[in-house]
């Protein structure tokens, strides 16, 4: 009998922990004829009662599992833990607050018994969610494919189910600062986009607010792209010629005695500006890479675990 695991990373959900069982468990119980099933809570960190009640879930079902974590390591990294200790033929990776319905996995595994390795949510409609977040999300996305060497399909998040051969794939990747979507993307395989409506969150508030969804955006255009350091490059050479051409336009005004600069002031604060602006920014630039190779060369754990049921 084939598997299937469900991962669900839980940060302050104790608002939501009971509900999403109960869902995720009606709708594996509805085809347990034809799959075995685990549940995988990877609890990141969270000092409310998350943990507990996750602890007693775990003691009346043998299906669900738990992963604690020593602290908050961050969502992707929660997901990765869970990815580690899957023992399915099919994962399923979803949020708890469940605006990703439980009720669309027998779907999705219809489409991965045909023969997709990887499907993914595609959002066709997000209620609840504000015009700016919207807005800043197709910003996102149009950027990356704009800068990356591949395709991150529009409107997807984490909700997806993958075949176990491409979660062994992704687990032999050993970098820290996973963009998980980017990588179920970059690794290939025979891909379906599963189109669906998002709902509202059924309980508590976004773990996701502008300073982890700026941080979550900056993970996954460094991690697949140079491109903004030959973008900065060529800023700077754009630098170099519009000096240039501000240098030969004073020799002429002072050659030909034009009477329209005030003793260089208004040139030699616009160069200096443009030109500190643009180190600015190449240094900056230059300094995310340099971070991100320096969080690889330490060789930390992406996580720590404090404590794990039924594994």
Request: hydrophobic share 40%; proline share 3%; charged share 25%.
């Amino acid at each position: 009998m084939k598997k299937i695991s469900v991962v669900i990373p839980m940060y302050y959900e104790e608002q939501v922990a009971d509900e999403c069982t109960n869902r995720v468990t009606k709708v594996l119980k509805s085809i347990k004829d034809e799959y075995d099933y685990e549940i995988i809570y990877v609890n990141d960190g969270s000092k409310d009662k998350t943990l507990e009640i996750l602890e007693k879930q775990a003691k009346k079902d043998k299906h669900i599992k738990v992963i604690s974590f020593s602290r908050n390591f961050g969502h992707q990294a929660a997901v990765t833990a869970g990815l580690k200790y899957v023992t399915g033929d099919a994962i399923v990776i979803m949020d708890a607050d469940l605006q990703d319905p439980p009720e669309l996995i027998p779907d999705m595994l219809k489409e991965w018994e045909n023969g997709y390795e990887v499907i993914y949510g595609k959002r066709k409609k997000r209620d609840g969610e504000s015009a700016f977040k919207l807005l800043t999300a197709k910003a996102f996305y149009s950027t990356i494919n704009k800068l990356s060497d591949i395709d991150i399909p529009k409107n997807t998040g984490d909700f997806r189910l993958v075949d176990r051969k491409v979660v062994d794939v992704v687990n032999t990747l050993p970098e820290h600062n996973k963009f998980l979507r980017g990588l179920f993307s970059w690794v290939g395989f025979n891909q379906y986009a599963y189109e669906y409506e998002r709902k509202e969150r059924f309980a508590g508030e976004t773990k996701y607010p502008l300073k982890k969804m700026l941080k979550l955006a900056s993970d996954g255009i460094i991690s697949f792209s140079t491109k903004p350091l030959k973008i900065v490059g060529g800023f700077g050479i754009f630098s170099v010629i519009v000096s240039i051409l501000i240098l030969i336009y004073s020799i002429l005004s002072y050659v030909f005695k034009w009477n329209n600069l005030t003793a260089g002031w208004t040139s030699m604060m616009c160069t200096m500006t443009f030109l500190g602006g643009m180190i600015l920014i190449s240094l900056w630039m230059i300094g995310e890479y340099i971070a991100r190779i320096y969080d690889e060369a330490k060789d930390r754990p992406q996580y720590i675990i404090k404590k794990t049921i039924n594994l």
